[in-house]
């Protein structure tokens, strides 16, 4: 049995703070651990439900936060930025059986979700289909295309609720509850590993009961930004169509097929907006 692990990090033990995510803040340190102790913890209760590979990506910033040094050496790693075309699934293919999304955080705008936001802080929106969706949505669309269900979702109460509700019934691991955006009340780092593990076990011996999610095609993404400016920059990639002052919307045969088209002119136009404020 193979599994693919997505470990983003605003979903970490702990984390309720831009600082605790921000490689060039001191707090940074001390969650880069916990986070790893999240996937750690992941990864134990998949290899105890008979997992015999397992493949970790790295999905936040820069993706250079887990500590490779503490993995598990049972795992494999994917890890840095530049040159992954699907992004936090970087890696995930029809070979695998499952997947887990560590460390998650809920869409942007979600209340009381820590941290909450969508790829990037300059996303208000972003739908799949007309369906309003946040960074687990985008990664299960994505899985589902390989025909790969996603069967645990780790992070706060918020994208837990999230998860059930777009995906049906994948197991979770609430390891704080939103309070409000920058507060929760959370686990001990013992408590998160513990809940973690066990329902990363429960999720691979309930493998049969779920259902990949499929997207169907041809498939419509609609991205609202914060910014008319960066609607207006991403609406010069071919295939991508201005639709009001701050949103675009494409059209493609299929999710990833989309997705190559949408993240690029995202990328390109928060590395324009950036270049112009210097």
């Not at 001390?30 to 996937?39: A, E, G, M, Y």
């Not at 991403?234 to 639709?243: C, D, K, L, Q, T």
């Amino acid at each position: 049995m193979k599994v693919f692990i997505s470990a983003d990090m605003e979903g970490t033990t702990g984390v309720t703070a831009w600082d605790d995510v921000n490689p060039e803040k001191p707090s940074y340190q001390r969650f880069r651990k916990f986070l790893t102790r999240d996937v750690n913890a992941a990864i134990e209760g998949a290899l105890e439900a008979g997992a015999t590979e397992v493949v970790v990506n790295e999905a936040h910033d820069g993706m250079r936060n887990i500590l490779i040094e503490e993995l598990n050496t049972k795992a494999r790693m994917i890890t840095g930025f530049e040159g992954k075309k699907l992004c936090m699934m970087e890696g995930i293919d029809d070979t695998f059986d499952a997947a887990f999304l560590v460390a998650y955080h809920a869409r942007a705008g979600t209340d009381a979700g820590i941290l909450n936001h969508t790829l990037i802080g300059s996303i208000h929106n972003f739908w799949i289909n007309d369906v309003l969706v946040g960074e687990s949505g985008v990664s299960a669309s994505l899985a589902g295309h390989f025909n790969v269900p996603v069967v645990l979702v780790t992070g706060d109460d918020k994208v837990a609720k999230e998860a059930k509700d777009l995906l049906g019934n994948p197991e979770t691991a609430i390891v704080k509850e939103g309070i409000d955006r920058y507060s929760a009340k959370c686990m001990t780092p013992e408590e998160s590993s513990a809940r973690i593990r066990q329902a990363a076990k429960k999720a691979l011996t309930r493998l049969g009961e779920y259902k990949p999610y499929r997207v169907k095609t041809p498939v419509k993404l609609d991205v609202e930004f914060t910014s008319a400016n960066m609607a207006s920059l991403a609406s010069s990639i071919p295939g991508v169509v201005r639709e009001g002052t701050r949103k675009i919307s494409l059209t493609s045969k299929d999710v990833v097929a989309g997705w190559n088209i949408a993240w690029p002119s995202i990328l390109l136009s928060m590395a324009a907006e950036r270049q112009r404020i210097g």
